[in-house]
C-alpha cells in the first residue's frame, strides 16, 4: 500500500483519482536556464508527502535542493549549483572546489578526499608523470553523469521512484574510476536511499578514497538545533588551540555568527548492532512541533565521521561527513596502511539512508535510538583525545 494524505491507498485507488501519478508524485527531467547554473540537467523527486527534492544529472548525481512540506533540509551557498563546464579544478591553489560548493549532497573523492595534496604517480609507470596533484575533495563533484534511467516503477502497491547515473573519472597514463549512482525512494515516504558503486576500470592499481559532504542549513539548523549522535569520543578539533574562543561547541548550535571561522571536528562513533551509525540534525523547537534529518551509514563502508561547522551570516550552515579515512587524508592513511587501493574490476560500495523527522514523536524515536548505542558527551568541548581508531581493511568486491 502506498500513503498518501494520512491514509493507505493501492495503486487502482490512486488511479481512479488522478489521470497521471505525475498529480501526486513522481519524477521528471528538467533543465536549468540561467546565470552559472544554465544547461545542467535536474530530476524533481515528488514523493506526495511533502518530500521534494533534486538531482544534479550533471554534477555527479548530487541532491542539490531538499525540502519537507516547504521548509528547506539542504543548503544553498553563495556559489550556487555551477555548471561543471566552467569549473576550474587546479584553481586559486586548489581551492577553486569551494566555488561550485553548494547541495545537500556534495560527492567527494574518488581518488582523494579533504585538503589539497601532491603525491607520487609512481603506479601510473609514465615517466612524465611524476606526480598526482590534487586539489580540495577530489574531482568527482563537478563530473557529469550518464544518465541510465530513471522514473516510476509500482512493486505491487508501492511505488518506487529511482535514478541510476554513471561517472566516470579518467585520463590517460592514470585512473580510470567509474562511479554507479543509483537514489531511490517511494511514493508516501520521508526517506531517500542511496547506493554507489565504485569500480576501478582501469588496468592501473588506484588508490581510492571517498567522503559525502552533506550540508544541512535554515530551518533544520537554527539557533537551539542540536547535532545527535552515538559519539563514543571526540578525536580531533581544527581548532583545539582556540577551542572555547568562538563559544561555539560541538552539540548545541547556535545562529549565525560574525566572521565566524569554521570548526572540524572528528568523532569517533558507536554502531547499533547491525553496524549503522545514526547522526542527526534536529531543530525541536520549529513552529513548535519539531523537525530533523537522519543520515545513516554503514560503518564497514565508512570508518569516520566528521562534522563541520560554518557558521558565518550568509553561508549558515552545519556538515555531517562519513569518510573512508581520518581527517589527515591520504598522507595519513598511506603512513598507517589504511589507503583503499583497486586492482582493475575491484569495487566498493556504500548504502546510506536519509530521514526527514516530523514532530517531536520522531525526534523522540531517534534520539533514543541513538542513546542506546551510545551516550554521547554532555560537554560542549570535549577534550580531543587523539587516538585515531584503526581502520580495519574490507575485502573490494570483484565486478
Known sequence: ???????????RQISQR????????????????????????????????????????????????????GAAIGWHSPAGFRHPGLHEYEGEGGL??????????????LDHILFMHSDSAEHYHYVYRRSVDSSIHGRIGTIPGRLLSYGEEWQGDECLLYCEGLMQQATVFGEDLHLIRR???????????????????????????????INIGFPMLDEGSLYIAPVAETVWAAHETSYEEQKVGYQRLPGPKTNFHEQVWQHTMR????????????????????????????????????????????????????????????????????????????????????????????????????KEIATQPDADYPQPTGSWEPIAPTEAKTT
Not at 500500500?1 to 495503486?11: D, H, V
Not at 511514493?187 to 565504485?198: N, Q
Not at 553496524?275 to 551509514?297: C, Q
Open 271 to 370: 554502531t547499533d548492532p547491525d553496524g549503522k551509525v545514526p547522526v542527526a540534525i534536529v531543530n525541536p523547537h520549529f513552529e513548535n512541533r519539531g523537525i530533523g534529518f537522519l543520515v545513516e551509514v554503514n560503518k564497514n563502508e565508512f570508518p569516520c565521521q566528521f562534522e563541520w561547522q560554518n557558521f558565518q551570516e550568509g553561508q549558515y550552515v552545519i556538515g555531517i561527513e562519513p569518510s573512508t579515512n581520518h581527517v589527515f587524508g591520504k598522507p595519513f592513511a598511506k603512513e598507517r596502511g589504511e589507503l583503499i587501493w583497486l586492482e582493475h574490476g575491484e569495487e566498493r560500495q556504500y548504502h546510506t539512508r536519509f530521514q526527514v523527522l516530523d514532530g517531536a514523536a520522531d525526534i523522540e524515536s531517534a534520539l533514543r535510538r541513538i
Open 1 to 11: 500500500m502506498s500513503t498518501l494524505y494520512g491514509s493507505a491507498w493501492t495503486r
Open 183 to 213: 537514489i531511490e525512494t517511494v511514493i508516501g515516504s520521508r526517506e531517500i536511499r542511496l547506493f554507489d558503486r565504485v569500480i576501478n576500470h582501469g588496468f592501473y592499481r588506484t588508490p581510492h578514497m571517498f567522503l559525502y559532504h
Open 96 to 109: 577553486a572546489w569551494l566555488r561550485s560548493f553548494s547541495g545537500l549532497i556534495v560527492t567527494c573523492g
Open 18 to 69: 488522478s489521470g497521471a501519478l505525475s498529480q501526486f508524485a513522481g519524477v521528471r527531467l528538467m533543465q536549468l536556464e540561467d546565470g552559472l547554473e544554465r544547461g545542467i540537467r535536474m530530476l524533481e523527486f515528488r514523493t506526495g508527502s511533502g518530500l521534494r527534492f533534486t538531482v544534479l544529472v550533471d554534477r555527479a548525481f548530487d541532491i542539490a535542493d531538499c525540502e519537507y512540506r
